[in-house]
């Protein structure tokens, strides 16, 4: 019988071929069974992928998937990655806050206007609001305006102005007027409530007022007396003036003029001096007016006069009355009387 040991070393080729394809099939088959299928949603786009990686974190690094600081995921990047795995992923985006005129990036990945304001850290009061509104969803580079709402409280004082009352009274000349009782402002405080936005008042309304101190009226008694009797019967007049008064006379003394001397005995209004002519200040009487003087000393009245004169010293108030006799100058002194302007 004939050995044939060439056919017995061609078996063992054939053995180890299957024992390592089997290895090969069966570590293929171990590792496709490791395979997980993976939807990533980054930024509102859907990515699929197949992947072997052990944890999230592995499965993005394979991917080149970066993640933004302050990024929203769905899992922690420790997880372990399943099949069919949904991930969700958003990064930040920009932002601009503007309040008061001042301007503040930031960046969030939500996209409505409160949960920008709240990733931001901005905390709204009750009356505070928006614009674009907190339920609004905005568009990454918008900016969001808030106004600040606040009530303030303030008082302040406010004038309550006096009442002038005027009353007649007969046993007053006529163009004159008496206060009979001074006048006086009120006070009171108001209470006001304000609204500022951003500092600026939008509204102001008064909640209420508190009366310090009341008003008191003016009193004033106005003259109607018209009337002034005289030894030639009564005599109506417009207005009565308290002067004060002096008398001259023709003398040196008087007028600084001397007998021969040009205009020596005549007024200014060109007449002649005489009884009855006084001098007076033209801009508070006029020349050529028609008066009664009023003695108020309890002494004789001057009586009728006309103003036709004038003097240097003669001056608002007061009235130069002409003597004939520089005894009766000198006698009447200066002495306060009572000027009535007579009616035509």
Do not use: C, W
Request: aromatic share 8%.
């Amino acid at each position: 019988m004939e050995n044939h040991p060439s056919k017995k070393t061609g078996k063992i080729p054939v053995i180890i071929f299957l024992a390592i394809a089997l290895t090969v099939s069966l570590g293929l088959y171990f590792y496709q069974g490791n395979l997980a299928k993976v939807t990533i949603k980054l930024d509102g786009g859907v990515k699929l992928i197949t992947s072997n990686a052990n944890t999230l974190e592995e499965l993005l690094l394979n991917e080149n998937i970066t993640l933004e600081k302050g990024a929203y995921i769905s899992h922690p990047l420790d997880a372990t990655v399943e099949d069919n795995m949904v991930v969700i992923i958003k990064n930040p985006k920009p932002y601009t806050i503007e309040f008061n005129e001042t301007l503040v990036d930031v960046k969030s990945y939500h996209n409505s206007v409160a949960a920008i304001l709240d990733d931001s850290g901005v905390v709204l009061g009750e009356k505070d609001f928006t614009n674009p509104s907190l339920e609004e969803v905005v568009s990454p580079g918008s900016t969001i305006e808030i106004f600040k709402v606040e009530e303030v409280f303030e008082t302040y004082d406010e004038v309550i102005p006096y009442e002038k009352i005027v009353t007649k009274n007969s046993r007053l000349d006529i163009g004159t007027s008496k206060t009979v009782q001074e006048g006086k402002d009120g006070l009171k405080k108001i209470i006001v409530k304000k609204e500022l936005v951003n500092g600026k008042v939008r509204s102001s309304e008064i909640l209420g007022a508190e009366i310090i101190s009341e008003p008191v009226a003016e009193i004033v008694e106005k003259g109607t007396k018209d009337i002034i009797v005289t030894s030639r019967g009564n005599v109506s007049y417009r207005k009565a003036i308290t002067m004060t008064a002096t008398a001259y006379d023709l003398s040196f003394e008087s007028t600084g003029k001397r007998p021969g001397d040009k205009y020596y005995g005549i007024t200014a209004s060109g007449t002649k001096a005489r009884p009855g002519v006084v001098a007076v200040d033209p801009k508070v009487i006029p020349l050529g007016t028609k008066l009664y003087i009023q003695s108020l000393d309890g002494t004789k009245d001057y009586g009728f006069a006309i103003a036709e004169d004038t003097g240097g010293a003669i001056k608002g108030n007061r009235i130069d009355l002409f003597f004939e006799d520089s005894q009766d100058v000198y006698k009447f002194g200066r002495r306060k009387v009572k000027v009535y302007i007579i009616n035509d």
